[in-house]
């Protein structure tokens, strides 16, 4: 059961819009802790998409986005593309855990 | 460049031990609190242990707390997960990741070492 919660899978037809929700609580998302985002293409390690809620990485094309709004997050990705196809994950820190927690993961499926 | 190199997986019986490495290069080792996450087959991540630049402050997850050991050897640029009392459960594979500076996320992950707990 993971802390934070992600829909399980997304879908969506070339050059469309989908979006990713992150649903946590008020000792994750909701405090002062920020959401990260990751891409996990088939049978690759995790890499870092979004960071601090809204901030690409150097090479992350401007495709990706990232928001914040009380204790849930969202990754929004537009123009998708057929090598989008991978699973996301959120990430936050938890201050009743003493931790880091991840989303349950969504798998991105391009039509 | 940022590389992260984990070994040491492999197939372990119920209850065994086990030691991951992770060899790092390509930044100032010392400088940056490191982590293990890891992924059971067709699950998500989860985060087990964290250690501090130094190596002076350790904290892990529930689920491994009393069972699972990080250290880091700065001298080496090695980070280590030393896994005891392994249960069908730990079955994942174990990636060392890089936390980011005066941030709490993980800008460079390795690519993973595969830890199977068989009978």
């Known amino acids: 059961q993971s802390v934070l919660t992600q829909p399980p899978s997304v879908s969506g037809a070339p050059g469309q819009r989908v979006t990713i929700s992150c649903s946590g609580s008020?000792?994750?998302?909701?405090?002062?802790?920020?959401v990260h985002w990751y891409q996990q293409l088939p049978g690759t390690a995790p890499k870092l998409l979004i960071y601090?809620?809204?901030n690409r990485p150097s090479g992350v094309p401007d495709r990706f986005s990232g928001s914040k709004s009380g204790t849930s997050a969202s990754l929004a990705i537009t123009g998708l593309q057929a090598e989008d196809e991978a699973d996301y994950y959120c990430q936050s820190y938890d201050s009743s855990l003493s931790g880091y927690v991840f989303g349950s993961g969504t798998k991105v499926t391009v039509l | 460049e940022v590389q992260l190199v984990e070994s040491g997986g492999g197939l372990v019986l119920p209850g065994g031990s086990l030691r991951l490495s992770c060899a790092a290069s390509g930044f100032t080792f010392s400088s940056f609190p490191m982590s293990w996450v890891r992924q059971a087959p067709g699950k998500g991540l989860e985060w087990v242990s964290s250690?501090?630049?130094?190596?002076?402050?350790?904290y892990s997850a529930d689920s491994v707390k009393g069972r699972f050991t990080i250290s880091r050897d700065n001298s080496k640029n090695t980070l280590s997960l030393q896994m005891n009392s392994l249960r069908a459960e730990d079955t994942a594979v174990y990636y060392c990741?890089?936390?980011?500076?005066?941030?709490?996320?993980?800008?460079?992950w390795g690519q993973g070492t595969l830890v199977t707990l068989s009978s």
């Open positions: 601090a809620t809204s």
């Open positions: 250690i501090s630049g130094g190596g002076g402050t350790t």
């Open positions: 990741a890089k936390r980011a500076p005066s941030e709490k996320y993980f800008d460079y």
């Open positions: 008020s000792s994750n998302i909701g405090t002062a802790y920020d």
